[in-house]
């Protein structure tokens, strides 16, 4: 069993960074793909941006594209979510997950996070 605990959320103002971090106990995550999911009230959860076990292929969804950064260190058994230029539009509760295959589908997954709410003022 995979538990996966995020840290690094808190209350920021419009244009300034976060970073997520995503430690795994229980087992290593290293043959696992990583992936980051957000859900506001009265939403779905969505994808952000997810990670090749190896790190060699990372995908990001369009409207954080070039703001945000996902990577992971295997040896310290972790994803990270680098979040800069942070937008209002960006609050959200934030999930990490783990599962076999790179996928921005939630469905994919099989190790979910707690989460950890991320508030951007205006």
């Known amino acids: 069993q995979v538990q996966l605990v995020e840290s690094g959320g808190g209350l920021v103002q419009a244009g300034g960074s976060l970073r997520l971090s995503c430690v795994a106990a229980?087992?290593?995550?290293?043959?696992?793909?990583m992936g980051w999911f957000r859900q506001s009230p009265g939403k779905e959860r969505e994808f952000v941006a997810s990670?090749?076990?190896?790190?060699?292929?990372?995908y990001v969804e369009d409207s954080v594209k070039g703001r945000f950064t996902i990577s992971r260190d295997n040896a310290k058994n972790t994803g990270n979510l680098q979040m800069n230029s942070l937008k209002p539009e960006d609050t959200a509760v934030y999930y990490c997950?783990?599962?076999?295959?790179?996928?921005?589908?939630?469905?994919?997954?099989?190790?979910w996070g707690q989460g950890t709410q991320v508030t951007v003022s205006s």
């Open positions: 997950a783990a599962g076999p295959v790179l996928s921005s589908s939630s469905r994919d997954y099989s190790y």
């Open positions: 229980g087992r290593t995550i290293n043959w696992y793909a």
């Open positions: 990670i090749s076990w190896n790190g060699a292929s990372t």
